[in-house]
């Protein structure tokens, strides 16, 4: 939906929700979510949704949200998707 939608403010909105609540646990089975979304693209979805939308505060807040669930772990996967996020 993100990136079918890239000028829909409500459905950048939501999208990036979806992905914050999805990747939000750190048991195995979340950083297995991470790394998936990560790999499919969901870090630049996020970045081109809050660079499409700079004065949506939710837009913003909300993929604030997922980059820091989509991101979070020490492990070496997790500061690789940190990385990819600062680029």
């Known amino acids: 939906a993100l990136q079918a939608h890239p000028q829909e403010a409500g459905v950048q909105e939501e999208g990036c929700r979806a992905l914050g609540n999805v990747c939000f646990n750190d048991d195995a089975a979340g950083l297995t979510r991470k790394q998936r979304a990560a790999a499919a693209g969901a870090i630049e979805a996020i970045v081109a949704a809050m660079r499409a939308h700079p004065q949506e505060e939710e837009v913003q807040t909300e993929g604030c949200w997922a980059l820091r669930n ?6 070496a996967a997790g500061l690789a998707r940190k990385q990819r996020a600062a680029d």
Request: with cysteine.
């Open 70 to 75: 989509v991101c979070a772990g020490d492990d």
